[in-house]
């Protein structure tokens, strides 16, 4: 028996102590201009970002944005309850950055971002993976 308690706390130790159900690729809605992208969500030091990985137009194909590589996302904690907050979130086709809200549910992220008292929603993203 002792050497099951042992074996398990091992098994937890070896987990990753970061893990978030937040964690992995989303697609966006539409924005502006008809286009999409995968953002993937990870960690970045003890706050959670994320990048613009791939980019579609409106037919959805894919193509090489000039945002691809950059950091959408930056500074969310996870306030708990499915809500993150605390960071930013930029919008490519407006060309600004607001303070941002997340609400996950499930397979769905609800993208919110205020700035100087208006607000927009992002919409509701999708988990790819």
Same mark, same amino acid.
């Given at each position: 028996?002792?050497?099951?308690?042992?074996?398990?706390?091992?098994?937890?130790?070896?987990?990753?102590?970061?893990?978030?159900?937040?964690?992995?690729?989303?697609?966006?809605?539409?924005?502006? @201009?008809?286009?999409? %992208?995968?953002?993937?969500?990870?960690?970045?030091?003890?706050?959670?970002? !994320?990048? &613009? =990985?791939? #980019?579609?137009?409106?037919?959805?194909?894919?193509?090489?944005?000039?945002?691809?590589?950059?950091?959408?996302?930056?500074?969310?904690?996870?306030?708990?309850?499915? @809500?993150?907050?605390? %960071?930013?979130?930029?919008?490519?086709?407006?060309?600004?950055?607001?303070? !941002?809200? &997340? =609400?996950? #549910?499930?397979?769905?992220?609800?993208?919110?971002?205020?700035?100087?008292?208006?607000?927009?929603?992002?919409?509701?993203?999708?988990?790819?993976?």
């Amino acid at each position: 028996m002792k050497k099951l308690a042992i074996i398990a706390v091992l098994a937890s130790l070896s987990a990753p102590a970061y893990a978030d159900d937040i964690y992995g690729t989303w697609r966006t809605i539409a924005d502006d @201009n008809g286009n999409s %992208g995968h953002i993937k969500i990870s960690s970045c030091g003890s706050k959670i970002c !994320g990048v &613009l =990985v791939n #980019s579609f137009d409106s037919n959805g194909k894919a193509f090489k944005s000039e945002n691809q590589g950059r950091k959408l996302i930056w500074d969310m904690e996870n306030k708990g309850g499915g @809500n993150y907050g605390g %960071g930013k979130v930029y919008s490519p086709d407006r060309d600004k950055t607001y303070s !941002g809200k &997340l =609400v996950l #549910s499930g397979n769905s992220l609800n993208v919110k971002g205020c700035v100087l008292g208006v607000c927009r929603s992002g919409g509701s993203w999708a988990r790819v993976k």
